[in-house]
């Protein structure tokens, strides 16, 4: 897996990757061969136009600033630049601001951007005494900032202060996205995650201009947010979860914290209540819910497709009623889920009149909906409004092809493709395999605006990586199901068409390892991805060894890091079991 070769052939691939990133010709070998091994050409998602200009270097010192164009929103962005650079550098990074760009800044600006970068684009130049990200709005400076961080080496993304220098290699980004929404799903139902998971895993999505997080907060198996007029709901119904553990849920004022940092990451929460199948912890809390009148035991297993709300109680809709008003107070962004999806156990014509009555509930409180590809099978038609979000593993899905030619919008997320909760593979130890296993390459081979019939580039809303939580408890499960599928998905939200190419983003994807490294992220080391060869003992350490006996306390090299062994260790990479497995990680060597 780890050959010597490794250099060599990382060294002609991102050769490769520039060609395709910048959309030169293949007929330009000299000039790419001339270019440096260029940190431009290892960017994820491939940026639409990238210049390298290898004469020309950038570096942050102690004197450095952030420059942002005056405006709160802007100054938010900046101050989040700083945090994440401080840590790293130990430097001052002071924030201030100003109209325009000036020597040893980053500037922040929204003035004087190409018109091509449209709302989410970004623009950046770095030159030897400054760079300079120009946007028309402060989600495109903060795309921007994510792309610089690609830039650095990859210790800026150590939390403890790293040795540098802060090279920034010179050249200019032209970027924008080629569909508005890239979306990520967590299932916070089957396991409960606390407020912190979440806030981290939005950090760690946003790196790849990831800007809608789509939170899945109820399920047969768990009711995870207060409803203050049906207080139950959590108490009771959030009260266990798969395995029988103890469950949890997000008071109010804890959604509100998950809101505002998503909106400090320049991301957008999308609710989600499935209804009316998936309800089982909601009838289990509120007898008067079910039609027996009878509540039924609260679950922990993982079945799907046994539990309705009853269709013909005026008390369901004054359920959903209370629960939409409620949350859609709380949220900003303009899209409700409201789920759909497995109705099993409710009739056709019951699911008909459900989807009749529910969803003008959500346009009471001033809400477009979304729903699970189920809904496009409703009737009378769910607005044309409504955005359907695929997941079927069949390229042929007549309802939703027919949805599209109304008009609906379509969000894809092919469940054999895009869900993050499936295996890599046979021995994967986490995940499911009903829609199959799914390696890096099965992730991203695949383009949204032709995988299913009658759904073409004008009817794609976007992608999206759902995480069903079925068999993950913590945030290290988290990162191994996502990373390093999760960047793949974001590449087919984010990069143009053309740029698609496995063996370029492959390339691409390695670069990225040594950053999860450096943040602590547990990737799964895919043998598709090329990760950089090691660089052992460049601490003052002896390098791992994977034959040898080590105690607790032991220190070693291994990946350009420096490990403490927690306890007794033979065999087990450092790095291989989380952050707090049998290795402590001290940091970077750098
Ligand atoms: C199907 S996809 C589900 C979820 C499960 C998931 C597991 C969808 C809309 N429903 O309830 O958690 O499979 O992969």
Not at 490 to 497: I, R, T
Request: net charge neutral; proline share 7%; charged share 15%.
């Amino acid at each position: 897996m780890r050959s010597p070769r490794i250099g060599a052939r990382l060294g002609s691939g991102l050769a490769a990757a520039l060609l395709v990133a910048t959309g030169l010709a293949a007929s330009a070998p000299t000039a790419l061969a001339q270019a440096p091994a260029s940190a431009y050409a290892g960017i994820v998602p491939a940026p639409v136009k990238v210049t390298p200009n290898a004469s020309a270097t950038f570096t942050i010192t102690p004197a450095t600033r952030i420059v942002v164009q005056p405006g709160v929103e802007t100054a938010g962005v900046g101050s989040y630049l700083g945090q994440l650079l401080r840590r790293p550098t130990g430097f001052a990074l002071p924030v201030t601001p100003s109209t325009s760009a000036q020597a040893n800044t980053i500037s922040l600006l929204l003035t004087g951007a190409d018109p091509a970068v449209g709302e989410q684009g970004y623009q950046l130049d770095t030159t030897a005494d400054r760079v300079v990200i120009r946007a028309t709005t402060p989600a495109g400076l903060f795309a921007g900032v994510q792309t610089l961080r690609q830039l650095l080496p990859a210790s800026a993304e150590s939390a403890r202060t790293q040795r540098g220098p802060w090279t920034v290699p010179g050249g200019s980004v032209l970027d924008h996205p080629r569909f508005g929404y890239r979306g990520a799903h967590l299932d916070v139902a089957r396991h409960f995650f606390p407020v912190e998971t979440v806030k981290r895993y939005i950090d760690e999505i946003a790196a790849y201009k990831i800007n809608t997080l789509h939170l899945h907060l109820t399920d047969d198996q768990g009711w995870r947010i207060e409803i203050k007029s049906w207080p139950k709901l959590a108490t009771y119904g959030g009260s266990t979860q798969v395995g029988g553990g103890p469950g949890g849920h997000y008071t109010q004022e804890q959604y509100k914290e998950i809101i505002a940092h998503a909106a400090s990451r320049q991301m957008t929460v999308i609710p989600e209540f499935d209804m009316p199948g998936h309800t089982n912890s909601a009838l289990a809390s509120y007898a008067e819910l079910n039609c027996d009148g009878v509540a039924p035991p609260l679950r922990t297993d993982i079945a799907v497709g046994y539990s309705s709300l009853c269709i013909n109680k005026d008390i369901t809709y004054k359920f959903v009623d209370d629960v939409v008003r409620e949350i859609a107070a709380l949220t900003p962004g303009k899209y409700f889920h409201l789920g759909g999806d497995e109705a099993h156990a409710t009739s056709d014509a019951d699911y008909n009149t459900f989807m009749t009555k529910a969803l003008p509930i959500l346009a009471k409180h001033g809400k477009t909906a979304m729903g699970w590809h189920e809904v496009a099978k409703a009737k009378p038609a769910a607005p044309t409004s409504t955005v359907i979000q695929f997941w079927d593993t069949k390229a042929s899905n007549p309802a939703v092809a027919e949805a599209a030619a109304r008009g609906n919008k379509v969000l894809m997320s092919p469940a054999n493709k895009a869900y993050l909760d499936m295996k890599y593979n046979a021995s994967s130890p986490l995940g499911l395999n009903w829609a199959g296993y799914i390696e890096v390459q099965d992730a991203y081979n695949w383009d949204p605006a032709t995988y299913a019939q009658g759904v073409g580039e004008s009817s794609v809303f976007g992608v999206e990586a759902p995480l069903w939580s079925e068999t993950l408890k913590t945030l290290a499960d988290i990162e191994y199901m996502a990373f390093p599928r999760l960047p793949a998905i974001a590449e087919l939200g984010w990069s143009p068409a053309s740029s698609h190419n496995w063996d370029a983003f492959k390339q691409r994807l390695a670069a990225q390892g040594p950053r999860w490294d450096a943040a602590g992220i547990n990737y799964y080391k895919s043998p598709q991805v090329p990760w950089p060869t090691t660089n052992p003992g460049s601490c003052d350490n002896p390098a791992w060894e994977s034959a040898k006996i080590y105690t607790g306390g032991t220190l070693v090299s291994h990946g350009n890091h420096e490990w403490r062994a927690k306890w007794w260790t033979r065999g087990d990479e450092p790095g291989s079991t989380g952050r707090w497995g049998v290795w402590e990680d001290l940091g970077s060597c750098a």
